[in-house]
């Protein structure tokens, strides 16, 4: 079955932009969850979608937010970007069930100058 | 303030040899540990997972222990292939129920070189 898939894989952007990500959960997925991984941080968790709504929500700035269609499908955008945001951001979706783990996209790398 | 610790931020170890790769995690309701490998370019896999009624789960070359008392876990590779090279994530997770969040907590990553 097809995986995670998140697009665009690269991008550049320039400081005080905004950008869109796109992510395609696994079939029959309806939680999307999406992370932040910088070089030493590891992944840091920005928000979850689960049936369109927000379910939880990480310590990021408002700048972030996102949204999920109904077929499940999830958006995440950056407005007024910060060099800081320089990142790759990944998708996960994954069953209710807990004990399925995650299933991650291969990310959407920013760069932003 | 970080609930996941990896200490290591890199370990190599020789091919055929064992890996031991260290979480600690300060959260006591944690009660459901993962771990993920991510290769470059790609987004972390999902390898093994431990609930915190076990202390050991295993699957194949890899063995995952959980040390309660101590807040915990370490996973065993062996025998280490050159194919295992990549960053290991260690994450966690709580009871809903319970009142925490079943969001996993990732670790900063251990990154694992196996000599061939």
């Known amino acids: 079955k097809a995986g995670v898939t998140q697009t665009p894989r690269y991008l550049i952007k320039t400081r005080g932009q905004q950008v869109t990500l796109s992510c395609s959960p696994i079939s029959g997925h309806r939680s999307v969850s999406w992370y932040q991984q910088t070089p030493g941080q590891g992944l840091q968790f920005l928000f979850e979608y689960f049936s369109e709504t927000q379910r939880n929500k990480g310590n990021f700035p408002g700048r972030f937010s996102g949204r999920q269609f109904s077929n499940s499908r999830s958006e995440m955008n950056v407005s007024t970007l910060e060099l800081g945001d320089s990142a790759l951001y990944l998708c996960?979706?994954?069953?209710?069930?807990?004990?399925?783990?995650?299933?991650f996209g291969s990310g959407t790398r920013l760069t932003v100058v | 303030d970080q609930q996941v610790k990896q200490n290591s931020p890199s370990l190599s170890v020789q091919e055929g040899r064992i890996s031991i790769l260290n979480c600690d995690y300060t959260?006591?309701?944690?009660?459901?540990f993962l771990w993920y490998k991510k290769y470059p370019a790609e987004g972390p896999t999902f390898l093994i997972s431990?609930?915190?009624?076990?202390d050991k789960n295993e699957d194949g070359r890899f063995t995952v222990f959980l040390n309660k008392s101590a807040k915990h876990l370490s996973l065993h590779i062996v025998p280490s292939q050159p194919g295992d090279s990549a960053v290991y994530f260690c994450?966690?997770?709580?009871?809903?129920?319970?009142?925490?969040?079943?969001?996993?907590?990732f670790g900063r990553g251990t990154s694992l070189i196996v000599h061939p």
């Open positions: 994450a966690a997770s709580a009871n809903f129920e319970s009142g925490g969040s079943y969001i996993p907590t």
């Open positions: 431990i609930s915190s009624i076990k």
């Open positions: 959260n006591s309701m944690f009660d459901y």
């Open positions: 996960a979706s994954s069953l209710v069930s807990r004990a399925a783990g995650y299933t």
